[in-house]
Structures are given as structure tokens and as C-alpha cells.
């Protein structure tokens, strides 16, 4: 295992999701994730939370991470592609932070890097979010 920058978006989510668990129950997980987080851990972990952060629920990262990865897939149902404006879009409840367990102050207080990557001028997961709308929707 390189590095914790392999991991991005849902694959970000899922990994400190499985290390919840093996932190809680190490037989709950396979062997090969027991093997490697015996040897390995998320720096996120083990790490002081970045400036500003606070202590982060790993439930709120993991629906934050959720709902960046429904607004990839889904986004297209909640744009406007009528042109005269007659039919509002369909829209998707995936598409709601809260269908996700997260408020905007979560989002407020989760780094940008941890739902999207790197983006330049995005600091915070409100902030990506907000922009993968605009891009998706």
C-alpha cells in the first residue's frame, strides 16, 4: 500500500468505513482488510484533525462522500433541460444531503479533499459539493 491519496471519493468513504469497523470488531472484516489494517492505517486515524476541523464523525464523512458520488450519478435528474421551462425536473432523493445523514454545517466542517479530490479554490466539503452541482445538475 503506496498511500492514502489512492484512495478518492466513494473508495476514500469505503476504506474509513471498513477501518470503523475493524477498529470496533477486527474479526467483522475479511482477512485480507484485517491483514492490511494491522499494518496500515487510514492517516486520517491516527492523524490531529486538519485546522478547523474538529473531530469528525466517520458516519458524517462517509454520507458527505454518499452524496457527492449520487450527485455524480444523478445530478442529470435534478437539471433543467426543458428549454421553455414547462416540465420542472424529476429530480432524486439521493440527490438531498440530508437523505445522506449530513447537514451543511457537516459539510461546513469536512475537508473538500476527502469527497472530491483536489480542486483548486475548494476548501471545505460544502464547497465541492456545491460545485459538483453546478457541474452535475
Same mark, same amino acid.
Given at each position: 500500500?503506496?498511500?492514502?491519496?489512492?484512495?478518492?471519493?466513494?473508495?476514500?468513504?469505503?476504506?474509513?468505513?471498513?477501518?470503523?469497523?475493524?477498529?470496533?470488531?477486527?474479526?467483522?472484516?475479511?482477512?485480507?482488510?484485517?491483514?492490511?489494517?494491522?499494518?496500515?492505517?487510514?492517516?486520517?486515524?491516527?492523524?490531529?484533525?486538519? =485546522?478547523?476541523?474538529?473531530?469528525?464523525? %466517520? +458516519?458524517? /464523512?462517509?454520507? @458527505?462522500?454518499?452524496?457527492? &458520488?449520487?450527485? *455524480? #450519478?444523478?445530478?442529470?435528474?435534478?437539471?433543467?433541460?426543458?428549454?421553455?421551462?414547462?416540465?420542472?425536473?424529476?429530480?432524486?432523493?439521493?440527490?438531498?444531503?440530508?437523505?445522506?445523514?449530513?447537514?451543511?454545517?457537516?459539510?461546513?466542517?469536512?475537508? =473538500?479533499?476527502?469527497?472530491?479530490?483536489? %480542486? +483548486?479554490? /475548494?476548501?471545505? @466539503?460544502?464547497?465541492?459539493? &456545491?460545485?459538483? *452541482? #453546478?457541474?452535475?445538475?
Amino acid at each position: 500500500m503506496s498511500g492514502w491519496q489512492e484512495f478518492t471519493g466513494l473508495n476514500r468513504g469505503y476504506v474509513l468505513e471498513l477501518y470503523e469497523k475493524y477498529r470496533e470488531n477486527p474479526s467483522s472484516v475479511d482477512p485480507e482488510a484485517r491483514a492490511l489494517f494491522e499494518r496500515w492505517t487510514p492517516p486520517f486515524q491516527d492523524e490531529a484533525p486538519a =485546522a478547523g476541523t474538529g473531530s469528525i464523525p %466517520l +458516519e458524517k /464523512v462517509v454520507g @458527505a462522500v454518499n452524496l457527492a &458520488e449520487s450527485i *455524480r #450519478r444523478y445530478g442529470h435528474l435534478a437539471a433543467r433541460l426543458d428549454p421553455l421551462g414547462g416540465r420542472p425536473p424529476i429530480g432524486d432523493p439521493s440527490l438531498l444531503a440530508s437523505t445522506h445523514g449530513v447537514t451543511d454545517d457537516d459539510l461546513r466542517s469536512i475537508p =473538500a479533499n476527502l469527497v472530491a479530490g483536489t %480542486l +483548486e479554490g /475548494v476548501t471545505t @466539503a460544502y464547497d465541492a459539493i &456545491e460545485l459538483l *452541482r #453546478r457541474v452535475y445538475c
